[in-house]
């Protein structure tokens, strides 16, 4: 078979940035006290929030930079080269139509009205640092169910917050988590009472559009006893040459019972540095599912991470990253059994093209008295040429005896003899080696609703194209 | 040139990995015709199938591939499906996570050179799948992943019938068979062939010759095509071996036709 040749990523269709937008305000780059008590005057935040904010930025600046994973890329983020806070509008809006006109043109070119006109229950919108768009079904908000954006449920539902804020994932957890909790804005907010299931999904979208930009959603799910949510969240960014940084925190809570499945399709542009920590606790019988698929992005460093907290809970993280040239996705999972009888699954694949590198990077952790817990890891790679580069870091403590633990990694690059077979049916090249391809995250793809499942291998199918000479 | 040739194969020399195999192969094929080849273990018959077809693994360093009148040894192995050959593989590949219905359809459009309607593709794959008797959960799995030895032939056959390709070389398609998939994979073969379309059939033992009848059987061996025949030939080599055939090409030239 000829190589594929080496070619950039062009096919990137988000890459657009909207040229009029006026913004309420905008930073200057880097990130001070003074800007983080600007911000939360804007907001009209509650005082508490603000002390949290200032100790957070105290723990971010005493921490030094992650000394694993990809240290020369992070190096090269100047973090003093970035506006942590943009404002473009004043409120949340509940009507599209009262969207400033250039983002909501933006929000239209990316499908968002239309898809939640078909398949959503409700929908957050973000825009730079803030919210811009929100609503929710009215038979939902009757059941109980809150969804807003985090803002709006700091000054709604104190209360909750207050609960529940920074105890899933505490400020000093890493850098970056400490980086978000002193300036976050945006993100979603999500409640579900007891015994309610949220049979539709709720989606957020995130989209980047200033060059330098920061954004740092933060998002905490809560579902109650015997309740079900699925979240679902996309993300964009125009392609500059200068680099972005977007570093979320998402905390779930799923009490006794409940189920929250979180999917993630995260598709940054290739300026875009995505260092993200996600954490959820899973109580007695609940069960968590972290979908989390990497497209975009310069660098990604995320592991979805489920603590089981109770007897029966269930955690599953199956993944799947792309690397093409110049990207490198760290990803992985981490699963931590604190009680017994518990159980989870991390199915993590990952494809490298064009020089691009993936890593796996998990813990699986048992505790002690976590007897009887069932544990599987299995990491697939699919190399598509000589260039690029897999790796896997798996960390394993079983500090139990009791336990059923598997572990399988795989290491593979598309065969000739696969691609003959398919070639001698007719099929040209690209065609094989995307079938091949979709084939290979076909796993993942059939969890997606059906709509993410076709435009995921749209998006898989566009970045093959072009790749071969 | 002659009226109605598919296929003239012309000193055909080859390598794999720096090692020659094939060391000039002569051999034409009419429309319609059906050609045996037979030889022992380690002769160039897999060989021979994978050069046709373009595998990269192989090298051709002498000789030509006419086929439809076309030097086809520069082809890439699609362009060579596309123009009608086709490959019944010995040993058909797994690939994970793409269901068999998929890949039919779109290898179908892909030699067709256009769209083909669900509803026809879906019309004439069930035709098929029942005239194979495959099982209609076919459709749902993954191409050869967890086939039996059996599901992977029919499934080369099924491809068989629906691409119609002028020229299908089935390499060692009955081994591993048991007589009653021996008898529908036949079946399957015998109703592809018609007038226009012929088969390059390879074949170790003679048992398949039962049912596929052939026009003409050549012994391969040493990388040549070292005797030639009629259909008679199969049973002589049945009763005999291959020994007679290897001692009497020892003194004479290689064969041709």
Redesign the interface.
């Known amino acids: 078979?000829?190589k594929p040749q080496l070619a950039p990523k062009e096919d990137y269709k988000y890459g657009f940035h909207d040229e009029d937008i006026i913004n309420v305000f905008k930073s200057e780059k880097g990130l001070t006290r003074r800007l983080i008590e600007a911000m939360s005057a804007m907001k009209k935040e509650p005082e508490w929030m603000l002390k949290i904010r200032i100790k957070a930025l105290e723990v971010y600046q005493s921490k030094p930079m992650p000394t694993w994973g990809n240290v020369q890329l992070l190096s090269e983020l100047d973090f003093n080269n970035i506006h942590y806070y943009v404002r473009p509008n004043e409120k949340t809006e509940k009507d599209w139509k009262d969207v400033p006109e250039g983002v909501k043109r933006t929000f239209d070119r990316l499908g968002i009205p239309e898809a939640e006109r078909k398949f959503l229950a409700g929908v957050t919108a973000q825009y730079e640092s803030e919210v811009v768009y929100h609503s929710i079904r009215e038979d939902l908000t009757k059941q109980g169910v809150i969804f807003l954006g985090m803002d709006d449920a700091v000054k709604q539902y104190p209360d909750i917050v207050k609960k529940y804020f920074g105890r899933v994932i505490p400020t000093a957890d890493n850098k970056f988590a400490a980086l978000n909790t002193a300036v976050w804005s945006g993100g979603s907010f999500i409640y579900v009472p007891k015994n309610t299931n949220v049979e539709i999904p709720l989606q957020a979208y995130f989209r980047i559009n200033s060059e330098n930009m920061g954004q740092f959603e933060r998002t905490l799910i809560i579902t109650d006893e015997g309740s079900s949510v699925h979240y679902i969240e996309g993300c964009t960014a125009p392609t500059y040459s200068s680099d972005s940084l977007h570093s979320a925190v998402v905390e779930l809570v799923a009490l006794p019972g409940s189920k929250i499945r979180y999917t993630t399709i995260q598709n940054w542009s290739n300026n875009v540095y995505n260092l993200v920590t996600k954490r959820a606790v899973c109580y007695a019988d609940a069960a968590v599912e972290w979908i989390d698929g990497n497209i975009g992005s310069k660098l990604t460093m995320k592991y979805p991470a489920v603590y089981l907290m109770g007897k029966g809970a269930r955690g599953e993280v199956l993944s799947i990253a792309y690397a093409g040239k110049g990207q490198h996705q760290d990803a992985g999972a981490k699963m931590v059994h604190v009680a017994p009888h518990t159980t989870s699954t991390i199915l993590s694949k990952s494809i490298s093209r064009d020089g691009g590198r993936t890593s796996y990077r998990g813990l699986l952790r048992v505790e002690k008295g976590a007897e009887h817990c069932k544990a599987s890891v299995r990491c697939d790679a699919l190399l598509l040429d000589e260039a690029s580069r897999s790796d896997t870091y798996p960390t394993m403590e079983i500090n139990e005896k009791n336990v059923a633990v598997g572990h399988e990694a795989t290491v593979s690059k598309i065969?000739?003899?696969?691609m003959?077979?398919?070639?001698?049916?007719?099929?040209?090249?690209n065609?094989?080696q995307s079938?091949?391809v979709?084939?290979?995250?076909?796993?993942f793809v059939r969890e997606l609703p059906m709509e993410y499942a076709v435009e995921l291998n749209r998006l898989m199918q566009l970045e093959m194209e072009g790749s071969i000479g | 040139m002659e009226e109605n040739i598919l296929l003239r194969i012309e000193d055909l020399h080859a390598n794999v990995e720096g090692k020659p195999i094939l060391k000039g192969v002569n051999l034409t094929i009419r429309d319609g015709e059906v050609h045996a080849i037979m030889g022992p273990n380690g002769s160039g018959k897999s060989t021979l199938s994978n050069v046709l077809m373009g595998h990269p693994k192989y090298a051709v360093t002498q000789g030509k591939i006419l086929f439809k009148g076309e030097d086809i040894s520069e082809l890439s192995v699609d362009e060579r499906a596309r123009k009608g050959l086709f490959l019944a593989f010995q040993y058909p590949l797994a690939i994970p996570g793409v269901p068999v219905s998929k890949f039919l359809r779109m290898s179908l459009q892909a030699v067709r050179g256009k769209e083909v309607p669900i509803i026809e593709f879906r019309n004439n794959f069930k035709k098929n799948l029942e005239l194979l008797g495959i099982n209609d959960s076919f459709t749902g799995r993954y191409i050869n992943e967890g086939f039996s030895g059996g599901e992977k032939k029919r499934h080369e056959i099924l491809q068989l019938a629906l691409l119609e390709p002028s020229l299908a070389i089935l390499d060692e398609t009955d081994s591993g068979l048991d007589i009653d998939a021996l008898k529908v994979v036949s079946e399957g073969i015998t109703r592809y062939r018609t007038e226009k379309r012929s088969i390059l059939l390879i074949t170790h033992y003679q048992r398949i010759l039962n049912y596929v009848q052939p026009d003409y059987i050549h012994v391969l061996a040493g990388g040549r095509v070292i005797k030639s025949g009629g259909k008679e030939l199969a049973a002589e080599l049945e009763s005999k071996g291959y020994d007679w055939v290897l001692k009497e090409s020892e003194a004479a030239t290689p064969a041709k036709i």
């Open positions: 078979m000829s065969g000739d003899e696969q003959f077979y398919l070639m001698s049916r007719g099929l040209k090249e065609d094989a079938l091949i979709n084939g290979f995250i076909e796993p």
